[in-house]
């Protein structure tokens, strides 16, 4: 799949608020158009840039249907065509296709930041705090096997894109974000905020504290609807490559 094919909808300027942790509201300013990628990216143009590069590792992915166990090799989980979201890759190796993918074009490609997503998403929600999008399919314990709940969610997904013309925001994969994964800042009203400017020493969570990690959004197939609501965080580690978690690009207005 050539880069050329690659097909963006732009997200206006906008305002929101979320949920902090003590409960408040904060206000959430994003300045400038972002152009987003209209589906996540494909199977085929990451194996372009695998192809491109020579890599022919085949890792061991991890999957979740009620515990994390080992999962099918990379190869094994992206066999249904080079139009289906890739799944399976790490942080890093999503930094390594947009690098290339931006020299390729000529254009600077990147990760969304957390309150992109946010704005972008909440096009599709009548509420400004939480909200249950009718686009999360809740797949789990239906007995299916992984493949099929996923392709059942993403060809649902497909066909229903919210009012910016984005498809698979949620409910789908959980999707890698540019942030390290971090509090929010302790303050009424931010602008374009892009989490902590470098790794963190550690995250906490769940009253735990674990090693630093980025931010992925959005909920899946194998996870309960909530998960993709527009104000649920969550987190991986740089290096996790998990059956349900891919990503997609955006580029900013030129």
């Not at 229903?160 to 929010?184: E, F, K």
């Amino acid at each position: 799949m050539p880069s050329t094919d690659l097909a963006f909808a732009p997200v206006p300027p906008g305002t929101f608020r979320r949920r902090v942790t003590n409960g408040w509201l904060q206000t959430v300013h994003v300045t400038k158009t972002v152009h987003w990628q209209t589906t996540p990216v494909s199977t085929g143009l990451y194996q372009a840039y695998r192809t491109a590069h020579g890599i022919t590792a085949d890792p061991q992915l991890e999957i979740w249907d009620g515990d994390w166990r080992p999962g099918p090799l990379f190869s094994e989980a992206n066999i249904h065509g080079d139009d289906v979201p890739v799944v399976g890759v790490s942080h890093d190796d999503a930094l390594g296709l947009i690098a290339w993918l931006s020299q390729r074009d000529g254009r600077a490609y990147r990760l969304p930041t957390e309150a992109e997503y946010e704005h972008a998403l909440r096009a599709d929600c009548p509420c400004t705090v939480t909200c249950d999008s009718h686009r999360v399919i809740r797949r789990k314990h239906t007995g299916r096997t992984w493949p099929e709940a996923f392709l059942a969610c993403w060809n649902t997904a497909e066909q229903t894109p919210n009012p910016h013309g984005i498809r698979a925001l949620n409910g789908v994969l959980w999707q890698w974000y540019s942030d390290w994964y971090a509090p929010y800042p302790d303050t009424t009203d931010v602008t374009d905020p892009r989490g902590p400017d470098t790794e963190p020493t550690s995250s906490r969570w769940k009253g735990k504290t674990l090693p630093a990690g980025h931010i992925i959004r959005g909920g899946s197939y194998s996870y309960p609807k909530w998960y993709g609501l527009c104000n649920n965080r969550h987190f991986s580690f740089p290096g996790d490559r998990n059956v349900n978690l891919g990503f997609r690009i955006v580029v900013d207005d030129s």
